[in-house]
C-alpha cells in the first residue's frame, strides 16, 4: 500500500524553525519527484519546494533563502527544514510524489500520491 505520512508541524513563533518529515511506504521515494505544498485558509494550494529524482531542487519566491528540501534515500523520507517562520507560512503543508513524466513542471500538481497534510502555525 503506497503511503505518505507527514509529521513535524505545529505551533511556532515568528522567526522560529521547524522541519517537516514526509516518511514513505510502499514505494521508492527516489524513484519519484517530491514536492512540498501548502494550502492556508481561502487560498489555492501552492508548490513550496519539491526535488527531482536527479536532486535538481524549486523553492517558491516567498520561502526561498529560508527553506531546504532534502532527501535520505535510506529512510526513504524527505525532508523541509523550514527557517525564519512568518505568519503567513501558517497553512496545511502536504507531501506529495510524483513519477516522473516528459515535459511535466517540476512543482506543478497534479502528483500522483500525497500525504494527508501537517498543520504548520506561525503566530506569537
Known amino acids: 500500500q503506497v503511503q505518505l505520512v507527514e509529521s513535524g508541524g505545529g505551533l511556532v513563533q515568528p522567526g522560529g524553525s521547524l522541519r517537516l518529515s514526509c516518511a514513505a511506504s510502499g514505494f521508492t521515494l527516489d524513484h519519484y519527484n517530491i514536492g512540498w505544498f501548502r494550502q492556508a485558509p481561502g487560498k489555492e494550494r501552492e508548490g513550496v519546494s519539491c526535488i527531482s529524482i536527479y536532486d535538481s531542487t524549486y523553492y517558491a519566491d516567498s520561502v526561498k533563502g529560508r527553506f531546504t528540501i532534502s532527501r535520505d534515500n535510506a529512510k526513504n523520507t524527505v525532508y523541509l527544514q523550514m527557517n525564519s517562520l512568518k505568519p503567513e507560512d501558517t497553512a496545511v503543508y502536504y507531501c506529495?510524489?510524483?513519477?516522473?513524466?516528459?515535459?511535466?513542471?517540476?512543482?506543478?500538481?497534479?502528483?500522483?500520491?500525497w500525504g494527508q497534510g501537517t498543520q504548520v502555525t506561525v503566530s506569537s
Open positions: 506529495a510524489a510524483d513519477f516522473p513524466k516528459a515535459d511535466k513542471r517540476l512543482c506543478v500538481a497534479p502528483y500522483d500520491y
